[in-house]
Every structure is written in C-alpha cells, then in structure tokens.
C-alpha cells in the first residue's frame, strides 16, 4: 500500500520530499561559503579600472569582456593632411579567422575611422555614428565637424561605458577648419594628437613613426612611411598581417591610396633594399 508523507504533492509524482532536502542542502552550502568568504587571511587578489568606478575580481570577469586582441592601425598628421594606415589580420583569441578585413570604416565623403578592439563593436558604432553625421547635414545643411564627431562617439560609449564594450578608434577627417585626428576608446577617453597607433602591434609601429615622423613629409613618403610602419607591425606581431590599406584625408575628402598590398611581398621588397634575400638565415652567414 503506498504510504502518503505530509508534504507529499501530487503534481510533482512524489518527489516534494526530495526537492526539499536538496533545498537545504544548498541553502547550508551557500551559508557556509559565504562564512569562509570573510575569515581573515583569504587571498582576493583585485584590480581597479582607472577609467571606470567598477571593481573587479581578477579571473573572474566574463570571456565576452578578456578576449584577446589583435590589429595594428595607425594615423598621423602632417602638412599635407592625414594619412590612415591599417592591417587586416582578424583573430578570435589565437586563431586567425580572416586575412581581408576592412579596418578603416568610410564614414562619409570627409570622415573616415579605424576600428581596434570587437569588430562588431566598431562597426555597429560607426555606422552610427554615420547615421548621425547624415541626419545632422539634412537638419543644419552643413556637415559636422571632426571634433563634434568624435564627441558625439565619445558620449555614446560613456553611456555604455564598463558593459563589455571593446573600441579602440582613430577618427580623421577635414572640415572648415583643416584636418584633424582624434582617439576614442571604450574607457571614454577622447584624444586629439598628431601621431596614434592602436592595437597588439602598435609598439611596433611607434618604432618606426618616432624614427622617420616629422611634419614636413611629402605626400609619397608619409603613404610610404606608413606601410613600412604596418609592416613591421605585421612582421613582429602575430596578430597583425594580411595586406596594407592606407588612406589620404585632405582639403577635399579622403582618398584611397593602397586598397591591398600583401605583407609578404613587402617582405622581400624591403630585405632586397637592405641587400640581403629575406630568408632571416643572411646575419648568420655573413658573421660566420
């Protein structure tokens, strides 16, 4: 004969009992984690943003906000404008996912921006940002400028600043007051500078610019200096390659100076200006 528990229930097919225990159970567990949470002695190793007033506990974030990062994007103001310069290596955490992304996103006819960080990120915002720009030229009947752009990206990622966003971004453009370069990021940091480069490959890229930068370059040799930046960038830094795309913001708009050229044979193009193959085997032979 079934024997019927106090709290048995027919709509669960007897298991109330068993539900029940297993609530304390966990209840207890939880109790109990929470009292060896506060003993003295208990490593919390912590980290604080300095952008962000949100304290986080270190391993614990979400994989969404520690993926890896990979890119190498750089501008730089001189004389004759602005020249943008951009890999186009796409990596999800170690693996390469694409050779042929376009990391400098043509806002509009005057504006162009390069994209570090998630590229969906990037691209969503941007775009955006274009939509603006347009509705902002259809309501004034004047475009916006370079600075009030990059202003208007600044406040939409302090709206949204320390939920995972990932935005390292270059905006250049020319307006009625000259050409200009700005840097946002997704701390909401908004800069205005002559020479920035974003991304894993960016210190290699430094090297290069605070060698052969200076404001009087020419037009041919700041499109050059820019390749050869981003090529030792993409030499060095595994999460950068691809091909080289720069770009040339002037009085008039922007023009697209190199739509693709392949970082491998930039390779052996510069090793035969320096005498040697391109092999990286030449140093040991003429030493021994």
Known sequence: MLQLYDDYDPSTFGLARSFNYLDQKQEKTRQEEAEWKILPGKPTPMFRDIFSLQTIQKGQGSKLENFKHGTTTLGFVFNGGVILAVDSRASMGSFLSSEQVRKIIEVNEYLLATMAGGAADCQYWL??????????????????????????LQNIIMSYRGTGLSMGCMLAGTDDKGQYLFYNDNSGLRLSGKIFSVGSGSTYAYGVL?????????????????????????????????????????????????????????????????GLVGDEDEAPQRLF
């Open 127 to 152: 775009a955006y940002l274009a939509n603006h720009c347009k509705q902002y030229e259809l309501k004034n009947g004047k475009k916006l400028s370079v600075a009030a752009a990059s202003k208007y």
């Open 210 to 274: 605070d060698t052969y930068y200076h404001d009087g370059l020419s037009v041919d040799q700041a499109v050059e200096l820019g390749v050869r930046a981003i090529y030792h960038a993409t030499h060095r830094d595994t999460g950068s390659g691809g091909v080289v795309r720069v770009y040339h913001i002037h009085k008039t708009g922007w023009t697209k100076v190199h739509d693709g050229i392949d970082c491998n044979k930039l390779h052996y193009q510069f090793a035969k200006e320096k």
